[in-house]
Structure formats: structure tokens, C-alpha cells
């Protein structure tokens, strides 16, 4: 089974960066079987895709961080990254990372980070 522990969150001012990163431990099938995906969950909202990467390659961002997010995975370290520039007070939320093997009912969530942007 995955763990996954994010990390990299924070207080950032509007139109600064941050880089949120996931670490993957204990698994048996291998990190690069797995979908990754970065969600966020601001308070009083649900909790919505942000950016995703398929063990295929494929990636996807949500209209809302297209041109400011990027999301990179790298298999031999078992980490997913998600670079997050011209943050914006609307992009705060709790970042969760996810991994999941498509077809399996597998899905996998970390205990999230906070981010914060406001001035």
C-alpha cells in the first residue's frame, strides 16, 4: 500500500510561487503504475482536480491554474511535484495529493498542506 506526505505549503503573497511536493513510500506495484493527481479543498467548498498526470503521460490541468501550475512527476524518486506560480488569494486552500490505479477501485490520499496566499 502507498502512503503519500505532502509537503512545501505555506503563507505566499499574491503573484508569488511555492512548490508543493509528494512523497510516495511502501509500494509494492511501483510509482509509475499509479495516476498522480494534486486536488485542493478551500473551506466551504469541494474539494476539486487541479492538475493530474497519468502513468501514460498525459496531463491535465484545471481551467482556473492553466499557465501557472505545472505538475511533474519523477518514477525513480517516487515524488510528484506541482509548481504553482502568479498564486493568487483564490488558490488558497489544502493541497492533497493522489495516486490511483485506474480500474482497480485504488485511490490514494495524502493528509494535505495548507496554502495560503494573501498579502
Known amino acids: 500500500q502507498v502512503q503519500l506526505v505532502e509537503s512545501g505549503g505555506g503563507l505566499v503573497q499574491p503573484g508569488g510561487s511555492l512548490r508543493l511536493s509528494c512523497a510516495a513510500s511502501?509500494?509494492?506495484?511501483?510509482?509509475?503504475?499509479?495516476?498522480m493527481g494534486w486536488y485542493r479543498q478551500a473551506p466551504g467548498k469541494q474539494r476539486e482536480l487541479v492538475a493530474s498526470?497519468?502513468?501514460?503521460?498525459?496531463?491535465n490541468y484545471a481551467d482556473s491554474v492553466k499557465g501557472r501550475f505545472t505538475i511533474s512527476r519523477d518514477n525513480a524518486k517516487d515524488m510528484v511535484y506541482l509548481q504553482m506560480n502568479s498564486l493568487k488569494p483564490e488558490d488558497t486552500a489544502v493541497y492533497y495529493c493522489?495516486?490511483?490505479?485506474?480500474?482497480?477501485?485504488?485511490?490514494?490520499w495524502g493528509q494535505g498542506t495548507q496554502v495560503t496566499v494573501s498579502s
Open positions: 493522489n495516486a490511483e490505479i485506474p480500474g482497480t477501485g485504488i485511490s490514494i
Open positions: 511502501g509500494s509494492i506495484a511501483g510509482f509509475r503504475v499509479y495516476n
Open positions: 498526470s497519468t502513468r501514460g503521460g498525459i496531463i
